[in-house]
């Protein structure tokens, strides 16, 4: 099984602050990555789909990047509505998994 | 508009079974793959099954797998989970989910049934 392993846990920001967060493979996985935000009490949104490909509706502030076992969803500017936990997912087969998570919190 | 809605969680007795319903709406639900995926109290997320679109590939994660069995119904509309032989640490958060297709990323979610495995 695919491995994902997401740093760090725990990032404590401000408003208007850049973020990032990355997320490592245990083996190559093309581009085959996605990224999602959860907040409390709610279900996963799709940020960021094929590594880099922005989903409808999300806002431009949020970007990913990388490729084999290396990526990163960077946010900007982070936003009041942005403090949320922040999840990778793998999908080089079709028995995906998860990363860790990373909480972002206000600093 | 497209949505999925989970039923059927509940308490239930360690060994004991339940099985999960996902209706979805507002989209040609034979089309698409679909996935549980499971969170048990702050923890994070955990993929328990996937079955694809015309049902021909179902995987299963190594903690559910000879417990557990994804079907659909594609005349209804509906995904299913039956969990038998249940244990503690099945409690979680119950999600189904919609793949982005071709992409296997998920970009509708339902909003999650509780289950909870306690004597």
């Known amino acids: ?107 | 508009q497209v949505q999925l809605v989970e039923s059927g969680g509940g308490v239930v007795q360690p060994g004991r079974s339940l099985r999960l319903s996902c209706a979805a709406s507002g989209f040609t639900f034979s089309n698409y793959g679909v996935h549980w995926v499971r969170q048990a109290p702050g923890r994070g997320l955990e993929w328990v099954a996937a079955l694809s679109d015309g049902g021909g590939i179902k995987t299963y994660a190594d903690s559910v797998k000879g417990r557990f069995t994804i079907f659909r119904d594609n005349s209804k509309s509906t995904l299913f989970l039956q969990m038998n032989s249940l244990r503690g640490e099945d409690t979680a958060v119950y999600f189904c989910a919609k793949e982005l297709r071709p992409e296997v990323a998920f970009d509708i979610w339902g909003q999650g049934t509780v289950v909870t495995v306690s004597s």
């Open chain 1, 1 to 107: 099984d695919i491995q994902m392993t997401q740093s760090p846990s725990t990032l404590s920001v401000s408003v208007g602050d850049r973020v990032t967060i990355t997320c490592r493979a245990s083996q190559s996985i093309s581009s085959w990555l996605a990224w999602y935000q959860q907040k409390p009490g709610k279900a996963p949104k799709l940020l960021i789909y094929k590594a880099s490909s922005l989903q409808s509706g999300v806002p431009s502030r949020f970007s990913g990047s990388g490729s084999g076992t290396e990526f990163t969803l960077t946010i900007s500017s982070l936003q009041p509505d942005d403090f949320a936990t922040y999840y990778c997912q793998q999908y080089n087969s079709y028995s995906v998994t998860f990363g860790g998570g990373t909480k972002v919190e206000i600093k």
